[in-house]
């Protein structure tokens, strides 16, 4: 199971993190992605993170935050993280995270919601001032 929270209602240029609790999963040999969507808009893939399983991990943005956020991974609490910063107007939407199980070493992950098995439900990001 995945559970996102964190979403809520930010002012232009703040920073928002949001946490993917991540359960029935070895995170290592999973990756692990950040999607949202907009009113009227298709989902959209946000930052992946690959599995660790050798202990090498790569990670991928779109590149709309490229250089703002940021994805991580904490195995032992089971939980992946999206830290967003410098919040624009257009990162506004429902912030889902997705889970796929990875063979041992692969260090690749893709930004397609096709990729990934399991979903969480999502979070809501709101960007206002």
């Known amino acids: 199971q995945l559970q996102a929270s964190g979403g809520g209602l930010v002012q232009p240029g703040r920073s928002l993190r949001l946490s993917c609790r991540i359960s029935?999963?070895?995170?290592?040999?999973?990756?692990i992605a950040w999607f949202r969507q907009a009113p009227g808009r298709e989902r959209e893939g946000v930052s992946c993170i690959s599995g660790a399983s050798t202990g090498v991990s790569s990670t991928d943005y779109a590149e709309s935050v490229k250089g703002r956020f940021v994805i991580s991974r904490d195995s032992a609490a089971n939980r992946a993280y999206l830290q967003m910063n410098t919040v624009k107007p257009e990162d506004a939407g429902i912030y889902y995270c997705?889970?796929?199980?990875?063979?041992?070493?692969?260090?690749?992950?893709?930004?397609?919601?096709?990729?990934?098995?399991?979903w969480g439900q999502g979070t809501q990001v709101t960007v206002s001032s």
């Open positions: 997705a889970t796929v199980k990875q063979e041992y070493g692969d260090t690749w992950c893709g930004l397609s919601p096709r990729e990934y098995r399991h």
């Open positions: 029935g999963f070895t995170l290592n040999y999973n990756a």
